[in-house]
């Protein structure tokens, strides 16, 4: 008897000849906003905490790496101010510092205003684009670095114009 009904089951959940098997209609449900529970209290009290995955980059070491190119910047900024502009090492550094600097910058800003557990994709899109941006970013600072005079020359231009 039971082999008899799942016959009959997969039978019927069979499509018919007049149903579409391929829908050209785009699939929007994955871009929806995920629906948080009341204060995001999942659980009860009785449960055992979960803690988080350890990341590297976007936990509690993010904070650090920042603190770290902050201060490295200070004298790295200083430098063309007191020496001149005519060190191009100095002048690559401080743009990669810099660049990486915003970089972890809004991606802080990215990790608290469009968190993952409430946007879902569109978090993993905003920290790929700031990706993609940060190396459009480098390239731009290779080829001011090699075609031009740099960073702090270009600044200088700019001031002095």
Request: charged content about 15%; proline content about 7%; aromatic content about 14%.
């Amino acid at each position: 008897m039971l082999g008899l009904h799942c016959r009959t089951r997969a039978f019927t959940a069979r499509p018919s000849m007049f149903t579409r098997p391929l829908s050209l209609k785009p699939n929007f449900a994955k871009y929806k906003l995920i629906p948080q529970p009341a204060g995001n209290i999942v659980g009860t009290v009785n449960d055992a905490y979960q803690p988080p995955m350890a990341d590297h980059y976007e936990g509690g070491y993010h904070w650090s790496y920042e603190r770290a190119i902050s201060v490295a910047l200070v004298p790295l900024v200083m430098t063309p101010f007191v020496a001149g502009v005519d060190y191009p090492l100095i002048d690559a550094v401080c743009s990669v510092a810099l660049l990486f600097h915003c970089h972890v910058g809004l991606k802080a800003c990215i990790i608290d205003y469009i968190p993952q557990r409430v946007y879902g994709v569109w978090h993993k899109i905003a920290s790929r684009l700031l990706t993609f941006g940060t190396f459009v970013g480098m390239y731009g600072a290779y080829v001011l670095e090699t075609d031009n005079n740099g960073l702090f020359d270009l600044l200088q231009h700019m001031w002095g114009a």
